[in-house]
């Protein structure tokens, strides 16, 4: 076990340059494969990507992902779950700690930035899925409920850090909603599944009890600075209309099919597509993209993983495995590592995961 985490220290270290500022997901294992994962399902991660995954655990499982940079800026910091087979299904719960940027706010007389708000996201979630019976002995269904709950804080995105913390603070709005998922996986054949996953069937809508002024290229200011914008009028020399806004955001649903091939035991190419002909969360356009990625297991103990995570980015990574020899006195439990980078342009963002299995 010492051996694993070393190579995993030693690898992450030459790997200096990729410090940039990206978007990521959930899992080092799911997302240096591309983010294509909704027809593997095969691990805890099901708690996330796939909850008809979760008949696919192997006993218990826990797992607990730490964003190694880009903290102060990207969406996800960390993510734990802990989850159980039962029977041909299993049962899990997760929390997700994320923030998410939401308006730029400028002074509503010269125009200048002031800060940025944003919200501070935790995200609590019962997972339950398993495999039918009969003629649906091929088909597993799965159900995913999550607690949404989210506050409010501004914070000057060029003053990021301050004395070592993160430069945040809260405004005194929070905000709470239920979420739901769906989640179905079929095995076509030995080598190839089809999965599916609707996320936010009901299209759960949070609202802070607060209202700002926006105008039509999303510059937001905290009072009304009249009837025209004057970021606009200073920046691009035109009159912008300003509107009342009321702080609210709302989770789109989201279709994600999926396939997964595995030619081999040790071999999963997969592909998703994101946001299948649906809009983003934040309404701004549609974002329906392609996810690829490939695990291929070089030895019982050492993966390596790559994929594209739509059109721009790229990803790369590997698993480690442990297991206690035959007849050592250590608990029988299968520990593993998964390192995942997710690049883009020359910059990028780290992700490491440790799970445990007994």
Known sequence: MKRLIWYVVVTILMLPGYQGITEACLGARPLSMGGAFVAVADDIHSCYWNPAGMGNLQGTELTYMQTLNNKALLNYQNWTAGGIKIGSGGIGVSQIKAINPYFDIYDAATGTYQYTYYTNDDWMTLSIGGWGTGVFENTAMGVNIRRYSQSLEKRDDFKLWENGKDTREGMGYEAEVNGYDIGVLHKLSDKVNLGLLIQDVNEPRYDFNKDIYVCDRGHAFEVSPGAECPVCLKKYDRSVKIEPYHLHRRHARNFRPGIAWMPDENTTIAVDIYYFNVKDVYDNEMQSEVRIGIEKWLTEKFSVRAGCYGKSMHTIGFGLKSKPEEGSTAPNM?????????????????????????
């Open 334 to 358: 299968l520990y593993q590592i998964d390192y995942g980078l997710l690049e883009s342009d020359g910059g990028g963002t780290h992700l490491l995961s440790a799970t445990v299995k007994f």
